[in-house]
């Protein structure tokens, strides 16, 4: 890769685009993980199983708006990328896929995924989902990301949505439950994004994105993510303090939450050079375990 004279890295000449370049675009494994969040919603809103219908359509609609979104954020932040050791090589970048045939792509995927939901789910789902594209990709993209170094907080309420759209998708109907879920995922966003951020944080700077590190320096960053944490180990309790679930949750989340605990710790009082990325990796597994727990002891408790 080489560097051109403005700091961006120099695009290569432009190959073709393949179906795994729009893939890419999709940001496929982040909406993995919110599909799982999503699923965990829907499930926990019933007692019975959820109908099929409600599931593929549920799951399909969230997960084509959720990629929507993540092809817009691309398009939008082409420049930005291109300064980026990270993010350079994204198809939308380098040239591979034009900026307008990406937003045709978006638009597809945004309006099956709309009408998979109104048509086969619910409006309140289908209208809620859509906003949570505009939050992230119009409000946190357009805007928070170069605005300010509250930017993923403010932002991560679009990310942190999916289990009450999982949730609304079953019953209709928002519930305390699931805006408590919604809660885990918002407070769990911050450590998770800034781990990775101190870890880039030369690159954030290069492209002149105000993320906390930039703005307030590593350290400070450090303590924000340690803090974060013990708020997360906090709010993870409420699930089995409201009764919404069981000793498994408790059991589970107490010791996932003392591995998160042990590397913002880590990261803050005793860190070395791979201490944040695997403070970073340490925030997927966690998330990801956490969910699966809160399904299994839902499907589980009733027998104890
Ligand atoms: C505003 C909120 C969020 C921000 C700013 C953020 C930021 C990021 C960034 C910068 C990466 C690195 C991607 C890369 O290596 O190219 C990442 C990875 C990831 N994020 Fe987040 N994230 C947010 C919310 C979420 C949410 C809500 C989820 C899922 C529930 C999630 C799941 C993941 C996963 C699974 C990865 C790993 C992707 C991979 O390895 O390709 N993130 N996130
Ligand atoms: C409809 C719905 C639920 C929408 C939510 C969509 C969504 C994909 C949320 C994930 C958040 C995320 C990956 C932020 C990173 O953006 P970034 O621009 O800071 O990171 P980057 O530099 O890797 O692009």
């Known amino acids: 890769m080489q560097k051109t004279i403005d700091g961006t890295y120099a695009k290569a000449p432009s190959a073709s685009a393949t179906w795994r370049d729009y893939y890419e675009l999709t940001k496929p494994k982040v ?19 959820v109908s099929w219908q409600i599931l593929v359509a549920g799951l399909g609609g969230i997960g084509l708006l959720s990629s929507a979104a993540a092809v817009i954020n691309h398009v939008v932040d082409r420049k930005i990328d291109s300064k980026m050791a990270r993010t350079f090589n994204r198809p939308v970048t380098k040239g591979k896929i034009s900026p307008k045939r990406a937003l045709l792509f978006a638009l597809l995927l945004g309006v099956a995924g709309y009408l998979c939901l109104e048509l086969w789910v619910n409006r ?11 939050g992230y990709a119009v409000i946190y993209t357009m805007y928070l990301k170069r605005a300010t170094p509250q930017n993923i907080v403010i932002g991560g309420l679009a990310g942190a949505a999916p289990p009450l759209l999982g949730w609304t998708a079953v019953t209709g109907e928002i519930h305390s439950h699931a805006l408590l879920l919604v809660l885990i995922v918002f407070t769990w966003t911050p450590p998770h994004f800034w781990a990775l951020a101190i870890h880039r944080v030369k690159d954030y700077a290069k492209a002149e994105i105000p993320m ?22 906090i709010v993870c309790l409420l699930p089995f303090l409201t009764g919404m679930s069981g000793l498994i949750y408790l059991v589970g989340a107490s010791l996932l939450n003392a591995g998160f605990m042990y590397y913002a ?6 860190s070395n050079e791979a201490t944040a990325m695997k403070t970073f990796g340490f925030s997927i597994v966690h998330l990801m375990v956490l969910f699966v727990v809160l399904l299994v002891d839902h499907y589980f408790k009733f027998s104890l």
Do not use: N, Q, R
């Not at 710790?265 to 005793?270: E, G, I, Q, R, V």
């Open 31 to 49: 909406i993995m993980l919110l599909l799982l969040t999503a699923l965990v919603g829907m499930c926990l809103a019933t007692d019975g199983w």
């Open 124 to 134: 309140l789902t289908a209208v809620l989902t859509l906003l949570s594209l505009v």
């Open 212 to 233: 906390l590190p930039v703005t307030h320096g590593v350290e400070f960053t450090k303590t924000s993510v340690l803090l974060y944490t013990l708020l997360l180990t």
């Open 265 to 270: 710790w880590k990261l803050k009082f005793a």
